[in-house]
């Protein structure tokens, strides 16, 4: 059964950096856009970047400079590098695997995932 367990989520200060990261098993990897949601309470999942089979990147404007995606096709790992963090970036943060073979499209909602991690919190104090 597929499955995508996060890590490396925490507390950092105001302009510090984290790199959570998103390991996948049970199923092909290379072949399937991932992304990064996060989600604070009371409000819905946001779109936060993607990164497509062939490594196209998009990103939300609210870390575009700041946050970049990346994935290790050999470790069924997606990565999400966070600097100069803001307190604002304080939520739960989430990968997805896309549920189309070699998507590269609505890579924003978040309707159009297969499989969803657990959620690691992401604490940015001021």
């Known amino acids: 059964q597929a499955q995508l367990v996060e890590s490396g989520g925490g507390l950092v200060q105001a302009g510090g950096s984290l790199r959570p990261s998103c390991a996948y098993s049970?199923?092909?990897?290379?072949?399937?856009?991932m992304a990064w949601f996060r989600q604070t309470p009371g409000k819905e999942r946001e779109f936060v970047a993607s990164?497509?089979?062939?490594?196209?990147?998009d990103y939300a404007d609210s870390v575009k400079g700041r946050f970049t995606i990346s994935r290790d096709n050999a470790k069924n790992t997606v990565y999400l590098q966070m600097n100069s963090l803001e307190p604002e970036d304080t939520a739960v943060y989430y990968c997805?695997?896309?549920?189309?073979?070699?998507?590269?499209?609505?890579?924003?909602?978040?309707?159009?995932?297969?499989?969803w991690g657990q959620g690691t919190q992401v604490t940015v104090s001021s």
């Open positions: 997805a695997l896309d549920a189309n073979y070699r998507g590269s499209y609505y890579l924003r909602d978040p309707t159009g995932y297969a499989y």
């Open positions: 049970g199923g092909t990897f290379s072949d399937y856009a």
């Open positions: 990164i497509t089979w062939s490594t196209i990147t």
